[in-house]
C-alpha cells in the first residue's frame, strides 16, 4: 500500500534521504543527494516499508550510514521513503574551521582585537580608542658623546657614542645598530658632529655590515678657511634585515686633528 498522508517534502526540519532498490538483504547504505548519511539515533528515521511505519529499534537499527532491518528484504519489498530528522545541535566550531570568507566585511571592531594581534610590515600595531596605530616604530635608538673624540686627518675613523637615551630592543651596543630577529625592514638614520677649528673638508659617512653604503649621500661642510665649528648632519633610509649593521664614520683634510665636541647618532624602523 502506498503512504496516504501529507506530502513529506513539506515537512519541516527533515530531510528525505535517497531512495533504496530493495534486494535479498537485511543493510542497505543511507544517502542524502548521494552523500552518506550517519543518523543520530533510528530514533531519528521514519521509515514506511510496504506501507507501514517501521518501529525503531525493533524493526530496524542504524549502524554509521546504514539501515539494517530486523530480517532480510527481498527484491519484492518497497522502502517508500526513509525520512531524517534534521537534528539542532549546538556545537564548538572546530579550530582552523573559519575563514575570512565565513565573516563579513567590517564585523570585526577594535574591542575584539586585543593589542599586538595585528602586525604591519612584522611589527605589532596597537589599536587605541581612537584608532591610533602606535609602538610600531621600534627599533628605535639615540646615542651621543659622552666626552670629546679625536679624529686625524685624512683617515676614516669611526665614530664612537658612548651614551644611550633611547634603545627600545637593547639592539646598540659598540656604537653600531644591529637589526634585531623579526624586524626586517626600511629604517631611517640620521647622525651629526661637530669639529672645532677646521678648515677644508669635513666628511660623515654611514657603514653598513663594515662597508661604507655608497647609495647613502654624504654629510660634508666645505670651508675655505678657519671656522670656529663646522658642525655635519646625514640622514639616510636604509633596508635592513636581521643581523644587519649600521656604523658611522667620519673623515677630515683641515691638516690637523681635530676634537668633535657633539655628535649623535640614532635611528627607527619605518612602518
Not at 518501529?55 to 542504524?62: D, E, F, L, M
Not at 525520512?83 to 549546538?90: C, K, N, S, V
Not at 683617515?155 to 634603545?167: M, N, P, R, V
Not at 637593547?170 to 631611517?188: C, E, I, Q
Request: negative net charge.
Amino acid at each position: 500500500m502506498a503512504y496516504i498522508g501529507r506530502d513529506i517534502s513539506n515537512l519541516s526540519d527533515r530531510a528525505v534521504l535517497d531512495n533504496i532498490t530493495t534486494s535479498a538483504t537485511a543493510t542497505f547504505n543511507l544517502l542524502l543527494n548521494g552523500v552518506a548519511y550517519v543518523p543520530s539515533s533510528a530514533e531519528s528515521l521514519t521509515v514506511s516499508l510496504n506501507g507501514v511505519i517501521q518501529k525503531p529499534q525493533s524493526s530496524y537499527t542504524v549502524s554509521g550510514s546504514t539501515i539494517v532491518f530486523a530480517s532480510a528484504l527481498t527484491s519484492s519489498d518497497s522502502i517508500d521513503f526513509i525520512l531524517a530528522e534534521r537534528a539542532i545541535t549546538l556545537t564548538t566550531v572546530g579550530s582552523g574551521s573559519v575563514g575570512t570568507s565565513q565573516l563579513v566585511d567590517g564585523s570585526v571592531s577594535n574591542a575584539k582585537l586585543a593589542n599586538s594581534s595585528i602586525t604591519l610590515n612584522g611589527s605589532a600595531v596597537s589599536l587605541g580608542g581612537s584608532a591610533t596605530v602606535g609602538g610600531t616604530n621600534t627599533p628605535a635608538f639615540t646615542a651621543i658623546l659622552d666626552s670629546n673624540q679625536t679624529m686625524s686627518p685624512n683617515t676614516t675613523t669611526k665614530l664612537t657614542f658612548t651614551s644611550e637615551l633611547l634603545d627600545t630592543d637593547n639592539a646598540f651596543a659598540d656604537s653600531k645598530f644591529t637589526v634585531p630577529s623579526g624586524k626586517d625592514g626600511n629604517y631611517l638614520f640620521n647622525a651629526k658632529f661637530r669639529a672645532s677649528n677646521f678648515s677644508q673638508t669635513i666628511n660623515i659617512y654611514i657603514y653598513k655590515n663594515g662597508s661604507e653604503l655608497n647609495t647613502a649621500f654624504r654629510g660634508n661642510v666645505l670651508s675655505s678657511g678657519t671656522v670656529p665649528y663646522g658642525a655635519v648632519y646625514l640622514t639616510a633610509i636604509v633596508p635592513l634585515v636581521a643581523g644587519d649593521y649600521i656604523e658611522i664614520y667620519g673623515d677630515h683634510n683641515s691638516g690637523s686633528t681635530q676634537s668633535l665636541t657633539t655628535k649623535a647618532f640614532q635611528g627607527f624602523k619605518l612602518l
